[in-house]
């Protein structure tokens, strides 16, 4: 685990507004190694949604370096952004975003389109997702016939069927009840066992501490970086208590 | 890649039917006027060519000239100033296809009980060539027949059926003006002629007959007229300028003075008349057209709306990997989806009407492959063209933005 996914050094970014230069993100630095479990933390408008934009190369940074694997992310061109979140990343919304008139087989499928597979592999490979994930029986259904859980696993093998080494999940269980919450983060639980790094941005503490490292967003600075590993609960918060409980909601 | 995409492209248009249609019928609306157009104006152009090939082509006539008695002209070819050895004379010249020195009046014509009155023309073999008249059934007379000048004659079609109705005219005698007329054959069907003279309504005779017997003639061998077909449009104004300089000189017409024979230019008549018909169906085709142009904004108009509609689709894309390229080509195909199968829509409704349009009126319709390949090739480009935009809207979407739009 010596190789680091994702490396950020003074990462900032900044907004046009009717008032001036927003600086949403303000000198960021961060470093999660390979197979790390990791929630971001903050209350909205703190960053963390700037953040994980950032990280999922639908964005560039106004200023700081970005690595992704070794690659540094800021000076590639849209195309190579495009190909990074292909293959390099997968995503899971708040909302599910699944395409509601394609076949939950060929929602999780797509990817492999825009990778230029063929229609065998990718029929192949999103069978095997959707068993993964426990839903193969409905892969010709219609997401609207399946319920909010089932849509966001669904939601979770399509992030997952290029294989990529990095999941980013945006508010994943915002939309679904505690219930079916738990089975989603069991489901990240037992992918994060198979070595996929998983970062994940909650404002619900509960579901952050399934993760192994909790950071902490706030006014687009990060606040506070935590360890609760199995060894112990290491705290590396550098603001005092109060800070981040106003932090969270 | 191309196939999922056109699959996309497939399932983009059926989830929202109705909408894909009403655009299509744009398309289809555009590409049925111009096949409809195009059938119809091909159809005038071939009618007229049609004519214009019954009446001969590349053909001038030369009149004689006008003379003055006591004040009163005559009118041309009211004196004998051209003759059969000004006809030989002109055949010898370069350029020149057929002349036929003619004599024609109308006359009254008698078989057993009944009488017909028909144009007789007097002439020369090569006038059936110059005028592309075909023989039916019997054979054409000779330059014997002409040199010793026998009763022998062709009849048109509507001659054969006045006189001789249910009988075979060929080998009977009919009377011209008390003289009889031996018929040796039956002229192919030619039908109207452009000022609607009906061609078939024609008897053929050797000239030195017509002149002897039929018509008279106070100096014989001149003629009244000299039909003159050059071998080619393009030595028209050649040939004609030639004879006109051989005649003077055979005329003895000294520098100065005006020509004592007229040239009419009989070619010129029908190609004004094919120019008019080109011209109408390009203006009808250019008219049509118009309506493609208004489908294609149709086209556009749709595509940017549905652009709007799926920016959080194109945002879900894009995330997950489409580049723009890919966005582009998808809207792409969409739009040249719609504008394809609205064009072969329109393709078979233009067909049905224009072949309607012949059915219940007659008129002359041309169907060519050509024309249909048009309007494949600028459906394609219409497609292209309007869809280009907004396509090119939906691939520059923010990927941010897009994900965020509700």
């Keep these: 685990m010596s190789e680091a996914v994702i490396r950020v050094v003074g990462l900032g970014k900044s907004y046009a507004t009717a008032a001036g230069l927003f600086p949403a993100l303000r000198g960021v630095d961060l470093t999660i190694q390979a197979g790390e479990y990791i929630a971001i933390m903050g209350p909205s ?34 195309d190579a952004l495009a190909q990074l979140r292909n293959r390099t990343l997968g995503f899971v919304f708040q909302g599910f975003n699944l395409l509601p008139r394609m076949t939950l087989q060929d929602n999780v499928a797509l990817p492999l389109v825009y990778a230029g597979k063929d229609k065998d592999s990718r029929r192949a490979a999103a069978r095997r997702m959707l068993d993964k994930v426990g839903l193969a029986a409905y892969a010709e259904s219609l997401p609207s016939r399946i319920s909010g859980g089932q849509q966001q696993r669904v939601a979770i093998a399509r992030a997952l069927v290029n294989q990529p080494r990095l999941i980013l999940a945006d508010e994943p269980t915002g939309n679904l009840d ?44 990060l606040v506070s970086d935590q360890f609760t590993d199995a060894c112990g609960d290491a705290a590396v918060g550098t603001l005092p208590e109060s800070s981040l409980e106003g932090g969270a909601r | 890649m191309w196939k999922a995409m056109l699959g996309e492209a497939w399932l983009a248009m059926g989830a929202n039917r109705l909408r894909s249609i009403l655009t299509m019928l744009g398309m289809v609306i555009g590409v049925g006027a111009v096949v409809i157009m195009l059938a119809i104006g091909q159809g005038a152009q071939y009618a007229v060519q049609q004519s214009i090939s019954t009446m ?54 008698v078989y057993g009980a009944q009488n017909w009155s028909a144009t007789v023309v007097g002439t020369t073999p090569p006038y059936l060539e110059a005028r592309a008249w075909t023989i039916a059934s019997g054979a054409a007379f000779g330059d014997s027949d002409v040199r010793s000048a026998t009763r022998v004659a062709l009849i048109g079609k509507t001659v054969a059926e006045n006189l001789f109705a249910d009988d075979d005219p060929v080998g009977k005698t009919m009377r011209i003006q ?9 002229l192919g069907s030619k039908g109207q002629s452009f000022d609607g003279r009906d061609q078939d309504d024609t008897v053929i005779i050797p000239l030195s ?3 002897r017997k039929v018509f008279g003639t106070p100096f014989l061998g001149s003629v009244r007229m000299i039909m003159v077909q050059a071998a080619s449009a393009d030595e028209m104004a050649t040939v004609e300028k030639n004879v006109e300089a051989l005649l003077r000189q055979r005329h003895r017409l000294r520098e100065g003075m005006p020509n004592d024979f007229f040239s009419r230019n009989l070619s010129a008549v ?10 109408m169906s390009i203006l009808l085709g250019a008219i049509a057209s118009i309506s493609l142009i208004v489908g294609g904004i149709g086209i556009m108009n749709i595509m940017l709306v549905s652009v709007t509609e799926r920016t959080r689709e194109i945002g879900i894309r894009m995330a997950i990997g ?33 072949l309607g349009i012949n059915f219940f009126t007659g008129m002359v319709v041309v169907i060519s492959g050509s024309a249909a390949l048009i309007a494949f090739v600028v459906a394609a480009t219409v497609g292209i063209f309007f869809g280009w935009y907004p396509a090119r809207k939906a691939a520059r979407l923010d990927p941010i933005e897009a994900l965020r739009y509700q």
């Design chain 2, 270 to 279: 029908a190609e004004s008349e094919a120019e008019t018909t080109r011209t």
């Design chain 1, 45 to 78: 408008g703190s960053g963390k949604s700037t953040f994980m934009n950032l990280l999922g190369c639908l964005d560039t940074p106004s200023v700081g370096d970005y690595f992704l694997a070794g690659e540094r992310v800021a000076e590639m061109d849209k």
């Design chain 2, 178 to 186: 008390q003289n009889p007329f031996t018929v040796v054959g039956v």
């Design chain 1, 178 to 221: 505690s219930h079916t919450s738990e089975e989603i983060m069991r489901l990240f639980g037992e992918l994060n066992a198979e070595g996929i790094t998983i970062v994940l941005v909650t404002h619900e503490p509960d579901i952050a501490a399934h993760a192994r490292r909790q950071v902490r967003f706030l006014d687009g600075r």
């Design chain 2, 56 to 109: 001969g082509a590349n053909l001038f006539i030369l009149l004689s000239g006008s003379f003055t008695t006591a004040g009163v002209r005559s009118g041309s070819s009211g004196a004998p100033t051209l003759n059969v050895g000004d006809a030989e004379a002109i055949s010898e010249l370069e350029g020149v296809a057929n002349v036929a020195p003619t004599h024609q009046g109308t006359r009254q014509l």
């Design chain 2, 209 to 211: 007959t017509a002149q």
């Design chain 2, 322 to 354: 489409a580049r723009q390229k890919d966005i582009l080509t998808q809207f792409l195909l969409e739009a040249v989806m719609i504008s394809f199968a609205g064009c072969l829509i329109g393709l078979l409704i233009g067909l049905a009407v224009a």
